[in-house]
């Protein structure tokens, strides 16, 4: 826990001037470092107050940079935000140049009420804080400038060693920091063009993430406790759906740096594997793909079914990163079509790996080694099904676990015409790990659900699946995942009669092509283990991201790990070390933080319906692979949703001791 000399946070005042400082219980909400990227803190200054570490920091100084930061990022539609701001900082830099009066702190907290008043974003409204508070708390320290008692900006410093961040909760929540009341406000405006470049800064998956993104930011969209949180997924489909139709396409990937020198090779061409490349293209490097299947995408081509993520919307957005050069290898396998080695051969000077999950865990059951037909792990199932193999199930199968790959296993067996399928699911429906609409879809489309049921033994007759033998179960007390224990009721065994079993209960990662005496470590997950920040793995110049990294997560995770890589690998090959830019330890501090806050009711109008997508009638929906989601009905629901946001913004300056980072 860190020492905390003086904070305000959230209007709770820890004043420690006159004291030995201590550790701050009360602060863990905020749960300031005391180092950020290797370097100590001095304070973080932010929408809810100050926080200061150390008793030498030039507050008016700090205080002089987070409001310069606050200017450049006003719209400038409130009034009271564009002029307000430009006057504080102005006041705050002559008081620093010694050109301060006692009446400018009283002129100061006015205008400071007065941006607060007069604004309409949380920007505005919140940003005045800090000054209010440091005019109150910390007068002494402007007065030492007004009286000429300090000299001119007396922590020159300050100048070099602080990082400022914009934010806002649905952001921060985004594992990809995608900006997005930025784009939601270009489609308030009609601008859906900028509003998809906006995404395209950080991933070119943006129709895909549109339809099969878990969406983290809506759990933490300040609407909820008002009415509903914002559409924020949909709204982002509707942008690369609009821009598909357009054809807004190559213009909208801007190159960030012209830097060309250097080759970057990667491991698998799922989600995390073309953003990494898609990002290396665009600073500039040449980048190829080796992609064991027949296909690029992954899991997404591979895994999520075509109802939920039609292909032309997938390729479409692989295509993108193809057309800039980035070369997909598929059919090549590393460890079998080329090894490690090879690849360093070749000349490369990275290796970014991202080769997912894609091996079936297994459930301990009787009968799951012993080759039935009709028996297929879930991940194996999807494959087949989407690279358009002929399956034969049966009427009657079983899906086995509560999962999204459950979920979509037991969805795909119906539009393949099975009739009858039981998903079987040891906890109840609250426990489940699948997405609620994606529970709610399943059971509209018919699969019956056996919760609080395990498998113990798989049935066969004549080598072939006949029948799951199951056992009820309940719930004991809570194990690690904080979910309560499922744990057998004896004498309770059943039967369900199953031509084909699918056992949907995890994925775990093939690492043979490291080779037995790879210097790559792996965790005790069997995932790979590297620096949280640069994804680094133990060896120099090989990355990781992705599932393989991860374990079982999400698109958005994946794309999140791929992005910080591809700055790592930057730096690596440029500068001989990995590093990402400081303002990446802030996002992930901020991760950590509280910026979304369940229990502060946000002071807006209510009442205003989330607008929700068209789907397909259930009968039309049962009937093949058509995608069942429609996205929202046009641009008038787009930009009616648009408008529901409220832009949260939070921004926030961290002070360091020392200088920035060298790939600032
Ligand atoms: C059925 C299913 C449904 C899902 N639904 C969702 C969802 O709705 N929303 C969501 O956010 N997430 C979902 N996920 C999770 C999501 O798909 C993954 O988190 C994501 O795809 C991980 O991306 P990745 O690039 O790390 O790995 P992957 O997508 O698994 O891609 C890895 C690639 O590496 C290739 N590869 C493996 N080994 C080698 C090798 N030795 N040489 C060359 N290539 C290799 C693989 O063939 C694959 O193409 C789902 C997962 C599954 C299985």
């Not at 000349?347 to 059951?365: P, R, Y």
């Not at 119906?414 to 609250?430: P, S």
């Not at 501090?589 to 009442?607: Q, R, S, T, W």
Request: net charge negative; hydrophobic share 40%.
């Amino acid at each position: 826990m860190t020492k905390v000399f003086f904070s305000s946070w959230n209007g709770t005042i820890i004043d420690e001037r006159e004291k030995v400082a201590v550790d701050q219980g009360d602060f863990s909400q905020l749960k300031v470092p005391g180092q950020l990227g290797g370097k100590e803190l001095k304070a973080f200054i932010g929408w809810a107050g100050l926080v200061v570490i150390d008793p030498d920091l030039d507050i008016v100084a700090a205080l002089a940079a987070f409001y310069g930061r606050m200017q450049k990022e006003s719209c400038g539609r409130c009034v009271p935000c564009r002029v307000g701001s430009k006057v504080i900082c102005d006041r705050l830099e002559a008081i620093l140049k010694g050109d301060g009066k006692t009446k400018d702190l009283e002129f100061l907290a006015e205008i400071a009420d007065l941006v607060s008043a007069g604004s309409l974003c949380e920007l505005g409204i919140s940003s005045p804080i800090p000054l209010k508070d440091a005019l109150i708390y910390l007068r002494e320290h402007f007065l030492h400038y007004i009286d000429g008692s300090k000299a001119q900006l007396s922590n020159p410093i300050l100048k070099d060693s602080y990082d400022t961040i914009l934010t806002a909760p649905c952001r921060n929540g985004c594992p990809a920091h995608i900006n997005i009341p930025g784009y939601l406000e270009c489609i308030k405006e009609g601008n859906f063009e900028e509003a998809l470049a906006i995404n395209r800064e950080k991933t070119p998956f943006v129709g895909t993430l549109g339809r099969v993104c878990v969406h983290p930011c809506e759990s933490n969209c300040n609407r909820q406790p008002v009415d509903q949180a914002l559409s924020i997924r949909l709204s982002k489909r509707f942008a690369a759906d609009f821009g598909l139709r357009n054809t807004y396409d190559q213009p909208l990937i801007k190159k960030v740096t012209p830097y060309a020198n250097g080759r970057v090779a990667v491991i698998g061409a799922g989600p995390a594997g073309i953003n990494a490349a898609y990002q290396l293209a665009r600073k500039g490097y040449s980048v190829t793909v080796y992609e064991a299947l027949p296909v690029a995408g992954g899991m997404l081509a591979v895994g999520i079914p075509s109802y939920r993520l039609p292909r032309d919307i997938l390729n479409y957005e692989i295509d993108l990163v193809r057309r800039m050069g980035v070369e997909i290898i598929c059919n090549t396998r590393v460890g079998s079509d080329i090894t490690l080695d090879q690849i360093w051969e070749e000349g490369f000077k990275a290796i970014f790996i991202a080769n997912g999950l894609h091996e079936s865990a297994t459930m301990g059951c009787e009968g799951e080694d012993a080759c039935y037909r009709g028996f297929m792990p879930g991940v194996e199932f999807l494959r087949r099904v989407n690279l358009g193999q002929t399956v034969e199930l049966g009427d009657t199968i079983s899906v086995i676990g509560g999962g999204n790959v459950a979920m979509d296993c037991a969805r795909s067996a119906v539009r393949l015409g099975v009739k009858e399928v039981n998903l079987v699911y040891r906890r109840t429906k609250n426990e489940m790990p699948a997405n609620a609409a994606e529970i709610h879809a399943a059971e509209e489309e018919g699969i019956k659900f056996h919760l609080l049921a395990n498998p113990i033994c798989i049935l066969e007759n004549g080598g072939a699946v006949s029948g799951l033998e199951c056992i009820k179960m309940e719930l004991g007390e809570p194990d690690a995942s904080g979910r309560r224990r499922p744990v057998p009721l004896d004498g309770s065994e059943f039967i369900l009669k199953a031509d084909s079993v699918i056992p949907a209960i995890g994925q775990v990662a093939d690492f043979d092509f490291l080779g037995e005496s790879s210097a790559v470590k792996l965790s005790r997950w069997g995932t790979l283990e590297v620096d949280e920040h640069t994804m680094e793995t133990a060896v120099s110049g090989i990355f990781a991201g992705g599932d393989a990294v991860l374990g079982a997560r999400t698109v958005i995770e994946a794309i999140a790990t791929a992005n910080r890589a591809a700055v790592a690998i930057d730096a690596y090959i440029r500068k001989g070390r990995a590093a990402v830019n400081p303002v990446f330890y802030f996002e992930r501090y901020l991760e950590n933080a509280v910026v979304y806050n369940k229990d502060c009711i946000p002071d807006m109008v209510g009442a205003r319906e989330r607008r929700e997508e068209e789907v397909l009638p259930v009968a039309e929906r049962v009937s093949g692979f058509a995608e069942a989601e429609l996205g929202f009905k046009g641009p008038r629901t787009a930009i009616s949703e648009a408008e529901r946001c409220v832009k949260c913004l939070r921004l926030g300056l961290a002070v360091y001791n020392a200088g920035r980072a060298e790939n600032d």
